[in-house]
């Protein structure tokens, strides 16, 4: 199973699928052009001239290592670490070399030139790229994420046993299920933060979650599902979704004195995973609580530390309803 | 006969169920009756007063009002019912229950603890105005929601954001909104503090809705109502809502006039 231990080993390349690592390495390799025009014509416009010139011979092996790499990250994350890297590197300078040749009238620089700069860019964007992700190495991504470990509201653990107390002289049946539902909430919360973990399982824990609330609150939280095109098999960090249902709950139904329609949808959108949490918005009305965004900071954050740039996390007011929308890519177990 | 009439509050149907259980064991130990249920604030305005509920069980997180506002309400009846808070977990109102010698109990409630804190309360009477004020300020909740106007045995709410203006005559504060007029009995310098972001000062014995001021008028210009000073020139002060002009003081007038830019956006 995919972990952010095994992703993120000491010397390991980057990951070329993600968005954040594209956009790294076209900024990057773009920068080291303007800096490589500057430095050879010290008149600025002559420069910029230079500058716009060599994007010719730059964009396209640029973008077709990019393409490249990305559709054989499978196969390089399999290779030892230093041999992978001089694959990428043979690869930009083939890619190089090719460019050069295709173009070799509008040129107007040497081959050496251009293979040089492209060998200099490979390896300052791997070794930039490397160092990136030693930021957020091993040992502090797991310390962050410990941190960040999202954590129940002791208001619900309480409510809830008191909840059971009143079921068990009436209906031990339905009490004995909600301490096992209990039970499986909180061996998710105190489970390891590391491991992804399946859409599936997470589903069946806000499931659970939401039997307990429905116990407590009765008629007045009306829970509508929408999951048919869950893409089950889905990986994604544990515990995204339960603190947002659980805020949706706790702002967008207990301040209220009527029903409070609660509404999660999750969907596959090609090769994206969308999910929407719903809830009635009290902003700034009666009983309206304060909440101060952590559990949505934490989730962001979460989200970044497994998918960098790739996810996107949403909340607005629309019409008197609170929206939560997260967007991340749709990675299946493997 | 000597039971106790207990009132329970609380939203969760199941932690109301759970208190009346209990009430039940301990009955041998202390005779109680239920006077009455409400499952939020609202409710337990509109039901408790004509229940003759003598102790109140209240979870102090409901929908529609806390628990401490309410409490605060419920004090201006004539017959007050002794209150014992509820909470499941709320560490900032239990350092001001204790602060204020408030009765609290935290669910689960135990059966000891609750004969207990029944018998203490019941004993002890309505809680002191004054205690539950503190404790309103303790726990941040903020300033309240509602003015209440107790009558003998009802309780009328003004909700605070209604409210145009105040004006203080002898020893009561009158409440002016859109539809009418209210008397309470509240110092006008104790609402000011509490709602300093709401009111401002616009004379000596006037409070207006910073969000009502539409303009101003000199006084001299001979609307009504603009009480007694009309010997020298003045302002008035233009409100939403309402026909009356109120007049503004000398020594207010700098901070008023201020917020007229805010007014028209």
Redesign the interface.
């Known amino acids: 199973m995919a972990s952010i231990r095994q992703n993120h080993s000491q010397n390991a390349l980057p990951e070329f699928r993600n968005f954040g690592v594209m956009a790294r390495a076209l900024l990057a390799v773009n920068l080291l052009a303007l800096a490589a025009a500057l430095a050879s014509e010290a008149d600025g416009g002559r420069a910029l001239d230079a500058f716009v010139q060599s994007t010719v011979l730059v964009e396209p092996p640029l973008l077709a290592s990019l393409v490249l790499l990305s559709a054989a990250a499978p196969l390089l994350r399999r290779m030892p670490y230093w041999l992978a890297c001089a694959m990428v590197l043979a690869l930009a300078l083939a890619l190089a070399a090719a460019t050069h040749a295709a173009l070799a009238p509008v040129a107007g620089t040497g081959m050496g030139r251009t293979l040089l700069f492209a060998g200099a860019a490979t390896v300052v964007v791997l070794a930039y790229l490397t160092l990136h992700r030693r930021a957020h190495s091993p040992a502090l991504a797991e310390a962050r994420l410990q941190a960040l470990q999202a954590r129940i509201r002791p208001h619900f653990l309480f409510n809830s046993l008191n909840a059971v107390l009143a079921l068990i002289r009436g209906d031990p049946r339905r009490a004995e299920r909600t301490l096992e539902d209990l039970a499986d909430l909180f061996r998710a919360l105190m489970s390891d933060g590391r491991s992804l973990v399946r859409l599936a399982d997470e589903i069946s824990l806000i499931e659970r979650y939401a039997a307990i609330e429905q116990l407590r609150l009765g008629e007045r939280l009306r829970m509508a599902w929408d999951l048919d095109q869950a893409p089950v098999d889905a990986l994604l960090p544990p515990l995204i979704l339960q603190p947002l249902l659980e805020n949706a709950v706790y702002h967008g139904v207990e301040p209220g004195t009527g029903i409070g329609d609660v509404l999660v949808r999750i969907e596959r959108r090609g090769d994206r995973v969308h999910a929407l949490i719903e809830n009635p918005s009290h902003e700034g009305g009666a009983g309206a609580r304060a909440g101060n965004h952590m559990a949505l900071d934490n989730i962001r954050e979460r989200l970044m530390l497994f998918f960098d740039a790739d996810a996107r996390l949403e909340a607005r007011v629309e019409h008197g309803r609170y929206r939560v929308e997260i967007d991340m890519p749709y990675r299946r177990a493997a | 006969m000597n039971e106790l009439r207990v009132f329970i509050a609380d ?5 109301r ?2 208190l009346k ?1 209990l009430l039940a064991d301990i009955r041998a130990e202390l005779p109680t009756v239920v006077a009455g249920e409400a ?2 604030g ?1 409710e337990v305005i509109e039901r408790l007063p004509a229940c003759g509920a003598q102790l109140l069980l209240l979870d102090i ?1 409901m ?3 806390g628990g401490i506002e309410l409490a605060r309400h419920l004090g201006g009846l004539e017959s007050a019912p002794a209150i014992v808070f509820v909470t ?3 560490r900032h109102a239990v350092e001001a229950f204790e602060l204020n010698a408030l009765d609290y109990l ?4 135990r059966a000891d603890r609750l004969v207990a804190a029944l018998r203490k309360a019941s004993a002890a009477g309505p809680a002191q105005r004054e205690r539950l004020e503190k404790a309103g300020k303790q726990t941040n909740a903020g300033a309240r ?1 509602f003015f209440s106007v107790a009558e003998r045995n009802r309780i009328v709410l003004v909700p605070v954001a209604e409210v145009l203006f105040l004006k203080a005559e002898l020893k009561y504060v009158t409440l002016r909104t859109r539809m009418g007029e209210h008397l309470i009995e509240e110092p006008l310098v104790a609402i000011e503090r509490e709602f300093a972001e709401r009111f401002i000062r616009v004379h000596r014995n006037c409070l207006v809705a910073r969000a009502a001021v539409r303009g101003f008028e000199r006084g001299n210009s001979g609307s009504s109502g603009a009480g007694s000073g009309e010997e020298e020139p003045h302002w008035n002060v233009v409100l939403e809502g309402v026909a009356e002009r109120l007049p503004v003081s000398r020594r207010q007038w700098p901070a008023v006039k201020s917020l007229l830019p805010e007014a028209k956006e």
Request: a negative charge; proline letters at 13%.
């Open positions: 939203d969760e149907a199941p932690a169920a759970r259980e499952a939020n609202l997180q929908p529609g009002m499941a977990h709320d935290m669910k689960p409630v929601e």
